[in-house]
Every structure is written in structure tokens, then in C-alpha cells.
């Protein structure tokens, strides 16, 4: 039986924590007769460890520093960390945001025999960034999208509610947006959720019937000081308004959600639209798990999510290239680097056309439904996970059993086994985050 090691933000309620989930969940169903599995729960920036993972998960959690050297090793992580500890070694990563990624980047994932990336988008970045820089990729660079759980993603399965919104939002009519509010000046935050309310509240101010946005957003921790932060964002770019002018409401719903809390938000009734204004995307999952609800989406047809939306099924937003601003780069999002920048006097009127032709909208919308339900579940990308494992048995299958390999050290930040084996395992009663009207 080969052991395998699999390192990852498994417990964080993060992007990387979602992918790695659905990974470690592949490996499980596929290969635990054949396989050893063990894990290492990694952590992720600031986010908190909040996933309920399974009880057989927490069983099979070892500490650092490992004692033998697996015979695969999987990370599932930015390239930057990316080390090559097994006999065989495989990375998962969702790249980056730019047009091109740091040059490194193509050394890092060639340490690893087959890099799996979740979009075409990503592939393409890293294909271009070596072209770019006349470097060569020697690992094998493979797609295997993400998918949406159909179990708990669905109009007839939603088994809790955002009681909040009932009490507290007033209009019938409401856009969503949802997606950590990271670094950049207005306009220049990489999910551009500075200008999604800039744009909303110029469209809509002054204007007798007035739509609701709700705003389900944090800086990647759910603390009362990131909450101040965020509604401090909020204040400042309503205070590019003069204060005469009457702007539509807008209610923050701050901190962690489950799963089907997150169904039940996508589901009600007030939620008639998401908003995305995103520069790039690696996946873009909030997108894929909103389209399988069956509800018109605005966003750009560029990066990852372009790989599940069906141009002619979305309310398209178009844009042009633009680089990097300087409030927003950082070691993965470079100086060279472009990305998408969308028209915002088109989108103001796409806002409005949806509210007014929202009938042809929401058919449209219906179509995708049909399309995500039909190529992205579950179901239909385990034969990707099939092919990655017959190319993981067969390089391992190359290397000799006994391999001399000094492992390099590896230090993990964060929780050690003992403090995850304290994390309730059982489905957690989390109490709502508070909505409050700004």
C-alpha cells in the first residue's frame, strides 16, 4: 500500500479549502484500498480553522516534521511553497489573477511531477509566463476543474434560512455580492467590490424605487475589527456622494457561513441577481454555485469562471485588459501583470435591464442552471479525477522502492494536531452573522 501525504487548508473555509476538500475527497473514494492517506492541515493567511471536516479526516492528521518519506506527496497551495518532498510529487494550485504570474512560479511547479490547476485560464497564465521568460515546463500541467455540490446547491433543498433578511431588508429587489474584500484603492481590489458598489449606488441614487444590495463579504477573518474595516470602506465610498443625494441601501452580512446557509442565501426570494466585478479569477467558484440556483448573473466572461459560464447565458460584462494597480499588487499579483477591467457605464445599464427585462433574464439564467447541473457536479468531473490518478500510479509506478531523499525541513505555522483533534467534528451550530443596514 503506497503512503500518501496530502498538505492543505482542508479545515479553512477558504478557496484553497474548498478545492483541497474535493480533492482529499476524490483520493478517499478512489484509492483507499490502495492508498495510505494521511494529512496535514495547513493554515491560510488569517483564515480561521471553521470547517467541520469528518471525523475520519481528523483520525488520519499527522504532525510535522514527517518521520519517512511518503511515496506521494500532494500540496495543494501556491507554487511559492511548493517543495519536493515524495518519490512522487504532485501539486494543485489555482495559479494566479494576472495575465502572467511571477516568472519562479514556472520553476516552483516544475519540482513536481503533474500540477493540477482548476481552469483552462490557469493553465494558459503559466504557459504564457514561460514562454514569456524562455523557461520550459517539465511538469505535467493538467485541468481538473472544480465542481458544486448538487446535494446541498439546489432550489428544492434549502433547509435553514437568512431570517435576517426578512426582518431587516426592506426592498423586494436585491443584487448580490459575495467575495473577500482584499487590498486596493476603489476600483482597484482584485473582486473590484469597491467598484460594484460605486457603480450600484450611481446608477440607483435619486431613484424613486430603489434596489437593495446585500453584501456578504469580509477581509478574510470574521473579526470585529475586520467588520470596522469593511464598514469603513463602505462609508468612504459614500462619501465620494454629496450629501443631498439619496443613495440605495446597502446591508453587510459579515462573517462565516455554512454550506447551507450559503444555499439558503443564493435561494431567497429578495436574491433576484449576483454582481460580480471581478479583474480575474483562478476558479471562481461563488459564481458556479450561484448558477446552479438558476438566477441571472452580471459578470465578465474572462479568467477562470469562463470555463462554467455560458457567454450567451450571462449578463455579460465587457472590459479591456488594464494593468495592475500598484494599491493591489503583491507577490503573486506583479508589477507587469494586467488584468480585466470592465466598463462600468454598460454595467449600469445591465443593472437596469435586469430589474426591467428580469422575466428574459431569469430564462437565460435558466439555461446555465441546466448547463452548470449538467458538466459540473460531481458526478460529472469524477472521470478527470480517474485520468489524474492512472498518470499519479504510473509515475509512481517508475520509481524504485527504496529511494535515498534527505527531506527538507518543513515548518508549519498554526494548529498542531492535538489543537485540531479539539475542533468539534459534528456540523456546527454557528449562530448567523449579524446583517446590519449601513
Not at 466572461?301 to 469562463?306: N, R
Amino acid at each position: 500500500m503506497r503512503t500518501v501525504v496530502i498538505s492543505s487548508r482542508v479545515a479553512t473555509q477558504s478557496g484553497y479549502g474548498h478545492h483541497a476538500r474535493e480533492v482529499i475527497t476524490n483520493f478517499f473514494e478512489k484509492k483507499s484500498n490502495e492508498w495510505d492517506i494521511k494529512l496535514l492541515s495547513m493554515p491560510w493567511g488569517h483564515t480561521p480553522f471553521t470547517y467541520p471536516i469528518p471525523t475520519e479526516w481528523h483520525q488520519r492528521i499527522i504532525p510535522l516534521p514527517l518521520t519517512a518519506q511518503p511515496d506521494i506527496w500532494v500540496q495543494i497551495t501556491v507554487p511559492t511553497e511548493f517543495q519536493s518532498v515524495g518519490k512522487c510529487n504532485i501539486g494543485v494550485t489555482a495559479g494566479t489573477e494576472g495575465d502572467i504570474c511571477p516568472p519562479e512560479w514556472i520553476d516552483h511547479i516544475n519540482k513536481m511531477q503533474i500540477t493540477i490547476v482548476p481552469s483552462a485560464f490557469t493553465k494558459q497564465i503559466f504557459e504564457d509566463t514561460a514562454k514569456k521568460h524562455n523557461k520550459t515546463i517539465t511538469t505535467k500541467l493538467q485541468v481538473v476543474s472544480e465542481y458544486f455540490d448538487d446535494t446541498t446547491y439546489d432550489n428544492k433543498n434549502v433547509t435553514t434560512n437568512i431570517s435576517v433578511i426578512d426582518q431587516q431588508v426592506k426592498e423586494s429587489f436585491a443584487f448580490l455580492i459575495t467575495g473577500h474584500w482584499l487590498q486596493g484603492n476603489i476600483g482597484e481590489d482584485r473582486k473590484n467590490i469597491s467598484g460594484a458598489i460605486h457603480c450600484f449606488f450611481n446608477t440607483f441614487k435619486n431613484k424613486k424605487n430603489q434596489p437593495a444590495l446585500i453584501l456578504k463579504t469580509s477581509g478574510a477573518t470574521y473579526s470585529v475589527v475586520d467588520r470596522m474595516q469593511i464598514e469603513k470602506k463602505i462609508e468612504q465610498i459614500k462619501e465620494l456622494f454629496p450629501d443631498n443625494v439619496k443613495l440605495p441601501s446597502i446591508y453587510l452580512l459579515h462573517g462565516d457561513l455554512t454550506n447551507k446557509e450559503m444555499n439558503a442565501l443564493y435561494n431567497h426570494s429578495k436574491v433576484k441577481a449576483m454582481i460580480s466585478f471581478t479583474k480575474a479569477e483562478g476558479f471562481g467558484r461563488p459564481l458556479l454555485e450561484f448558477s446552479a440556483i438558476g438566477k441571472p448573473i452580471i459578470a465578465p466572461y474572462y479568467s477562470g469562471q469562463a470555463d462554467f459560464l455560458k457567454k450567451e447565458f450571462i449578463c455579460e460584462l465587457p472590459g479591456q485588459l488594464t494593468p495592475i494597480h500598484a494599491t493591489a499588487q503583491n507577490d503573486f499579483l506583479i508589477k507587469d501583470a494586467k488584468w480585466f477591467s470592465i466598463d462600468y457605464g454598460y454595467a449600469s445599464k445591465m443593472f437596469q435591464d435586469v430589474i426591467k427585462n428580469y422575466k428574459k433574464w431569469n430564462e437565460l439564467a435558466k439555461r446555465q442552471k441546466y448547463f452548470v447541473r449538467s458538466n459540473f457536479t460531481k458526478q460529472a468531473i469524477s472521470s478527470k479525477y480517474d485520468e489524474i490518478i492512472k498518470l499519479i500510479d504510473g509515475f509512481a509506478e517508475s520509481i524504485p522502492t527504496q529511494v535515498s531523499l534527505k527531506l527538507p525541513k518543513l515548518n508549519k505555522i498554526g494548529e498542531n494536531k492535538t489543537e485540531l483533534k479539539k475542533q468539534n467534528t459534528d456540523t456546527p451550530k454557528l449562530k448567523l452573522p449579524k446583517l446590519s443596514k449601513l
